[in-house]
């Protein structure tokens, strides 16, 4: 769109009458002046306002323009136009040389062509350029700049032509213009403005400020701390969202073991391939949709999540009859077997699938973010996750509190015998509540899957931080685990500003020893009559 408005201009300004004529001497300098003769062409053809100075810069950029003899002329294809008129030349000289353009001059010609799109009709356009002026504007580009904000109207678009106009406007000879400009950019949350105002306040080599005027470095002072205060609410808003982010993903890859470990003991350490195998399915259905749903490739998450907790829960199922539920009440022997049933499933993957990872795209309506702050862009993809995470958690909490899958999986949990003796099918139970946990952790592995490549050690990333989840919550308690996540992931992001990931990480494991020898039941202990 932009090269077309562009090119359009330029066949629009080849066609003015001759009348219309550019300063020859300006277009003269453009095609054989030297570097800095060049620059100063460029920003007097920009300041002309005539419509053919778009045409020409862009003939620069594009190696079009070229010189015969004393003439300069717009070469496209086998047609000629004389630069300064626009008339048509024909026949083309022979001999004729391109104008070359190092990179400096090559600079200020993109420079001043993003400030004629500013008046382009075209929103985007407009947009783009205001983006590309923001904090490189040349001054020579002020007068552009601020005929080009008196017009604009578009909310998004005018606050990025007034932060490049004070821009300019703070390197003004002229006090008040370089006051008016440091207010401006102290009303402002974008880290450019920061650079902007903090040479005002320094010191030169010799001593002396950079800023002469005291009362303009004074308001600089205050426009920098207005600044950096937004700044650094800017950042503690992205901090918190990092850590909900991560604390979603620990919620999703812990509260399946906590029904599993909660309602029977079982230290699952093939929890993690649970994860992996909702993964793995996610992929599976992106491709099925890929090669025969193409249309409706962006609703294929909406078949994966199903599909995912499906696989998963069967496996799980499959797991806890054949091999859990004849090693209840041996948790040594629980644990190893567990453990080998974790590189069995890894190997059947790297069979099936290969060792390599594999990508599993996101939905369009997952691409891209939203930026609420300057400098804090929330990505799509982990806002989904953080709902994807609630719905769940509410889904779990309706299942446990309102079904009679339920009830029965409480009452077991409570009391074991007690229930067996009213009736309950406890082996049922298990194996159903055994299936619900790993059905929950394929939904894990469907929602990693949107923010990371999937491969066969996908689980293993998230076993150790799922236990540590469950161990500090609570054994069996849910709303336990929900803190439990959030705490850990705004904890650990919170830690890793200050101190990196690898200390946050040890950091966040001294606690959790610490704390469960303090408090062995963790956040949330069980209440009951009967202590098993």
Not at 78 to 101: C, M, N, Q, W, Y
Not at 176 to 183: F, G, I, K, M, T
Not at 444 to 457: F, K, M, T, W
Not at 468 to 489: N, W
Request: charged share 20%; glycine share 10%.
């Amino acid at each position: 769109m932009l090269a077309w408005w562009l090119r359009l201009c330029l066949a629009l300004a080849l066609a003015l009458p001759a009348q219309a004529a550019l300063d020859a001497a300006t277009v003269a300098k453009l095609a054989t002046g030297d570097g800095d003769e060049k620059v100063e062409a460029v920003a007097a053809l920009v300041a002309s306002g005539e419509p053919r100075a778009a045409g020409v810069l862009q003939a620069l950029a594009d190696g079009e323009l070229q010189v015969a003899g004393e003439r300069v002329l717009v070469v496209k294809g086998e047609d000629g136009f004389d630069a300064v008129t626009g008339e048509k030349v024909s026949p083309l000289p022979e001999s004729r040389d391109d104008v070359v353009a190092n990179n400096r001059v090559r600079g200020e010609v993109e420079a001043a062509l993003a400030a004629l799109r500013l008046f382009s009709p075209e929103r985007e356009a407009r947009l783009a350029a205001a983006r590309s002026l923001s904090g490189e504007a040349r001054p020579a580009l002020r007068p552009l700049v601020k005929k080009a904000l008196a017009a604009e109207t578009d909310p998004d678009i005018k606050p990025l032509l007034a932060m490049t106009l004070a821009s300019l406007e703070v390197r003004s000879p002229d006090k008040a213009e370089r006051l008016a400009a440091v207010r401006k950019l102290g009303e402002s949350a974008d880290p450019s403005a920061r650079m902007l105002l903090a040479p005002l306040v320094e010191k030169a080599k010799d001593g002396a400020f950079v800023e002469a005027d005291d009362e303009v470095r004074a308001a600089a002072r205050s426009s920098l701390a207005a600044v950096e205060g937004r700044l650094a609410w800017a950042q503690r808003a992205g901090l918190a969202f990092s850590g909900l982010s991560l604390g979603s993903i620990l919620l999703l890859a812990a509260l399946g073991l906590a029904i599993t470990y909660g309602l029977m003991g079982v230290i699952n350490m093939a929890h993690g391939e649970l994860i992996m195998i909702g993964a793995y399915t996610t992929y599976a259905v992106q491709n099925l949709f890929r090669a025969h749903l193409p249309g409706a490739f962006d609703w294929y998450l909406a078949a994966a999540v199903p599909a995912a907790f499906a696989a998963s829960a069967l496996v799980g199922m499959a797991l806890e009859r054949s091999v859990i539920r004849f090693l209840y009440g041996r948790p040594l022997e629980t644990l190893l077997a567990t453990w080998g049933l974790s590189l069995v499933l890894i190997q059947a993957v790297r069979t099936l699938f290969g060792a390599q990872n594999v990508q599993v795209e996101n939905p369009a309506f997952m691409s891209g973010g939203v930026e609420v702050l300057a400098g804090v862009v929330l990505p799509w993809s982990r806002i989904v996750i953080i709902g994807f995470a609630a719905a769940v958690l509410g889904g779990m909490g309706l299942i446990l509190a309102r079904t009679r899958l339920g009830l029965f999986v409480r009452a077991v949990t409570q009391n074991r015998p007690m229930a067996a003796c009213v009736g309950v099918r406890t082996a049922r139970i298990d194996t159903w509540a055994f299936g619900l946990g790993s059905g929950v952790a394929g939904l894990a592995g469907c929602a990693l899957s949107q923010i990371g490549n999937v491969g066969p050690d996908l689980g293993q990333s998230y076993i150790v931080d799922s236990f540590m989840v469950v161990v500090l919550g609570g054994v069996g308690q849910l709303a336990g685990t929900v803190y439990a996540a959030l705490g850990l992931g705004l904890l650990n992001k919170l830690l890793e500003s200050w101190s990196g990931a690898v200390l946050a990480k040890i950091a966040i494991l001294v606690f959790i020893i610490l704390f469960i020898q303090k408090r062995p039941q963790g956040l949330f202990a069980l209440k009951g009559r009967v202590i098993d």
